[in-house]
């Protein structure tokens, strides 16, 4: 077994409304789409029109500055709507299923015979190639580069955050499949990030040519980009991939069928719901037959893809993130509290002792999406640091951020960090400071200037 990585820092956040372990079936839903907001630094350009028919599989738009990158259909069907926002900018692309499902044709055969040419082709046809991540920036992955290395985490620290062990049930041949085309893309390692002390996946037991690593401690241990800092930290210069273990089981099928398989399980958990649990789903589904008779107050709920620190709020007749294995639907917090701060605060979950809370440590909590507060201040507390699990030092980076040094930037570690790894410092923030957004300004700020 490999050396145990220890993350002293960090914050477990316990939330009422954990997914049971049973996965049931969901029910078909007659619209699905993908969303081109889910993927940064995408440019889309439509290559079908509305009333065109589509296979699974038949390409929907590609991404205009690179355009081998194709965005693929997840049904059979008809391409019903294209939904714009401000200055027409594609928000949603919206199909119809029908009821008889088409399949198009890929190559197909063990990835480990191929070269590395075919099987990148294979994955920009099959739309595919999407569900590679590229740092630094968090973008969608260069074909033409050549990664330092791919991680996967096996594992999901996050609130609510979905167990493996039901999602990859009975996926350990595609799993292997997976890893096996990702090796031909790369000339370092395949890194597999697991939790100590918890038996391994058989999905992600005796996968060939793979560095295992094992980690210990709070959440963001999951995240990947904690991972990576620990194993090896990025420098300028540096390219790394990383993919979801749902996402590489979806390679390897392809590799297995030739067919693009959109079927993905996700989590339905959060104290909003009523029976949280695990549902066998399709990528991009609506999420209106998902929630039917599960929301306990349809009124007062916010309905989240992905987690509670990183996902995207999302409506009841909205669709599930690209990216996304987690719906998590937990109290609306529109009201105020007066003197709230002098209270005992038995029911409030606090990082610090400010409240009594803190003598309840095993508690599971009803957290609602309340600000407590107004934005205010920037000021030096210390709090980030007690959660931020990388040697950076996130108000400094921050800061240069806001005053656009890139020099300053990259010296504080930029192109190690995306937004999922400081969600929890926005979380803890006594001046209510959009973390993530300044974050992500910056990266974008990097990526326009280093191109």
Request: aromatic share 8%; with cysteine.
């Amino acid at each position: 077994m490999s050396k145990v990585i220890k993350i002293k820092k960090g914050l477990d956040i316990k939330l009422k409304g954990a997914a049971e372990k049973v996965t049931v079936i969901a029910e078909s839903s007659d619209l699905y789409a993908i969303k081109p907001p889910d993927f940064v630094g995408l440019t889309p350009k439509l290559c079908t029109k509305p009333g065109e028919k589509v296979k699974v599989g038949t390409p929907v738009f590609f991404d205009k500055n690179r355009p081998s990158i194709m965005f693929t259909s997840p049904v059979s069907g008809t391409l019903k709507e294209v939904r714009r926002g401000e200055r027409r900018r594609i928000l949603e692309v919206v199909i119809e299923a029908s009821k008889d499902q088409d399949y198009e044709e890929f190559s197909s055969g063990n990835p480990e015979g191929m070269t590395e040419e075919v099987v990148r082709d294979n994955l920009l046809k099959s739309g595919l190639w999407p569900t590679i991540i590229q740092r630094p920036y968090g973008v969608l992955a260069d074909p033409e580069a050549k990664p330092r290395s791919i991680y996967i985490s096996g594992f999901d620290s996050s609130p609510l955050g979905v167990d493996y062990d039901v999602i990859l049930k009975a996926e350990e041949a595609s799993m292997a499949a997976g890893v096996a085309a990702l090796q031909q893309l790369t000339d370092g390692k395949v890194h597999m990030g697991l939790a100590e002390g918890y038996p391994v996946n058989k999905a992600f037991d005796k996968l060939k040519n793979v560095e295992y690593h094992y980690f210990k401690g709070k959440h963001p241990a999951g995240n990947v980009g904690i991972q990576i800092h620990h194993i090896e930290p990025m420098n300028k210069g540096d390219i790394v991939w990383t993919l979801s273990p749902q996402h590489v089981c979806a390679i390897g099928k392809l590799f297995l069928n030739g067919k693009l398989n959109p079927s993905i399980t996700i989590a339905i958990a959060g104290s909003g719901i009523s029976k949280p649990r695990y549902v066998k789903t399709m990528m991009g589904t609506s999420l209106k037959p998902l929630l039917a008779n599960m929301l306990e107050e349809p009124e007062s709920v916010r309905i989240i893809s992905g987690n509670v620190l990183t996902g995207t709020k999302v409506e009841a007749e909205g669709f599930l993130g690209y990216y996304d294995a987690l719906l998590s639907v937990i109290p609306e917090g529109n009201y105020y509290e007066l003197f709230g701060w002098v209270m005992p605060g038995l029911k409030k979950f606090s990082n610090t002792r400010a409240f009594f809370s803190w003598l309840r440590p095993g508690k599971e909590w009803e957290i609602d999406t309340n600000l407590k507060g107004g934005e205010r201040a920037f000021v030096l507390t210390g709090q980030y640091n007690k959660v931020f699990p990388m040697d950076i030092l996130p108000v400094h980076l921050l800061k240069a951020i806001l005053v656009e040094d890139i020099d300053k930037m990259e010296q504080l570690g930029i192109y190690e960090v995306l937004e999922e790894d400081m969600a929890l410092c926005e979380f803890v923030c006594t001046s209510k400071t959009d973390v993530q957004g300044i974050l992500r300004n910056g990266l974008d700020l990097m990526r326009k200037e280093m191109s």
